[in-house]
Nanobody
Framework: QVQLVESGGGLVQPGGSLRLSCAAS????????MSWYRQTPGKERELVAS????????NYAESVKGRFTISRDNAKNTVYLQMNSLKLEDTAVYYC?????????WGQGTQVTVSS
């Protein structure tokens, strides 16, 4: 019954914005560290951003720092990724991940395409 469902991906122009959402169910969302990863063909999956269970601590990949913002709403069991000033190199499948101690859950991903 555990689910992480990403939404909000799509096609945008360079410089545009997009907000991704990840809706969680089937586990105690409020205790989990939540993260966004992304992956393109031929490359390893890379960490984009993460947020602590209470939302008080975040970190970001250097490539997105200042442009992306991760947030969470524990009452809604949802984590978000606000993406601004999008670049061509941001094109990837974006995945939501939840982790607590040794337990890890992954979503199935949502495609983000930045095209001129």
């Amino acid at each position: 019954q555990v689910q992480l469902v990403e939404s909000g991906g799509g096609l945008v122009q360079p410089g545009g914005s997009l907000r991704l959402s990840c809706a969680a169910s089937g586990f105690t969302f409020s205790t989990y560290i939540m993260s966004w990863y992304r992956q393109t063909p031929g490359k390893e999956r890379e960490l984009v951003a993460s947020i602590a269970s209470g939302g008080g601590y975040t970190n970001y990949a250097e490539s997105v720092k200042g442009r992306f913002t991760i947030s969470r709403d524990n009452a809604k069991n949802t984590v978000y990724l606000q993406m601004n000033s999008l670049k061509l190199e941001d094109t990837a499948v974006y995945y939501c991940k939840g982790r607590w101690t040794t337990v890890t859950y992954w979503g199935q991903g949502t495609q983000v395409t930045v095209s001129s």
